[in-house]
């Protein structure tokens, strides 16, 4: 089973599933009925950074608020939605272990259960398998209550698209004549995943439809002979089960060709997992998926090149609560880690603002426009003030 770079990367680094791509060597468990009660269901959704979230409501508990992980092989709920919609009858079936990091730092393995309903307008998912997730950290990441991550089995029985351009989500009846706008592209294997082929200069890749990262490009270079515009450096601190690691961002000479579309020299992070393309990437475009017939249909209005803009960070990556921000790691050669701050350090101010007030959005605008970020940092009761410069680690 293979799990997405958004909830392992940015939602804590809490969660590493077992068998690693094993979810791209068979079919995953899908829900027991679908039903759709009007011919097209448009629902709007809020990007946040690179991510679509969906809202849901048909209790009156709700609204309810889900992010759409195309590389998600199994959908995740929150322990409250769980147990409000536990189904009694149906015992859970054909979901492989999935061990994680608890908060406490043990490790645990994620609960499994039948979940009788979720609802996405008039869309009916029924007797879903789903893994139970404890989403707080996603939801202090994102800055909004989530209460689930909607893997890519949920929609089997669907054509469901992913129109990032619009903000929106529109999920339809399987309709093997329905005619969609774009270049359709076969899934490279037999088991409804959306692993598509690439071509990366004069090599052609196979890669992950990945929603849930929110990255470019994650790109496994074994085998690969790379030309790179601008050299691998450190960028990133992933933490793992095994501890905390660099993530290491590079630019590549050759483009990157989607079908018809090319990234023009793309930004990349290098891993020692599973090829995928990303949210920086997919954001130009809608995105139409057709399990039954294994393929995507991939569309954008211009034809030009896309360029993926500097990955710019003063050096800082962070863990976030509601009060405060904790440094998750300090990335080597950046000004961060001149300044003296190290992993362990509460943030409570960003540039004399109250923590609260800073959700993703607007960090990752303050990151790619400002020269320079003050944070204010928390020790006790005493705060103290350190103004650190932005850089482009990738030009």
Known sequence: MRQSALIFCLAGAFLLLAGGCKSLQREAPRPGRTSISSPLVVLPAETIGNYLIVEGKWDRHGPYHFLVDTGSSVTHVSPELAERYRSK????AGIRPVMVKSAAGDIIKLPEITLSLIKLGDARFEDVPVLIYDCTPLSDHLGIKIDGILGFPLFRDTLMTLD????????????????VPGRTIAFNNDHRTPQIPLDLGQVQIDALI?????????????????DYAVKPRPAVIMGTLSGDHLQYAARLQDSLSIGDYVVRQPLVYLTDG????GGDVLRHFSLTFDQERNRVTIYRESRDPIYIPAKRSTGLTFSKTPAYWRVAGVVPDTPASVSGVQAGDLVSRINGEPITQWNLGRYEQLIREASEIT?????????SSRTLQVIALVP
Do not use: H, V
């Open 89 to 92: 009858n149906i015992p859970p």
């Open 210 to 226: 990945d929603s849930g990262s929110d990255a470019a490009l994650n790109l496994n270079p074994q085998g690969l002979t790379l």
């Open 164 to 179: 990032y351009p619009q903000s929106r989500i529109i999920i339809s009846p399987y309709n093997p004549a329905a005619l």
């Open 375 to 383: 944070y204010t940092f928390l020790s006790g009761t005493t705060e």
């Open 274 to 277: 599973f090829t995928s393309l």
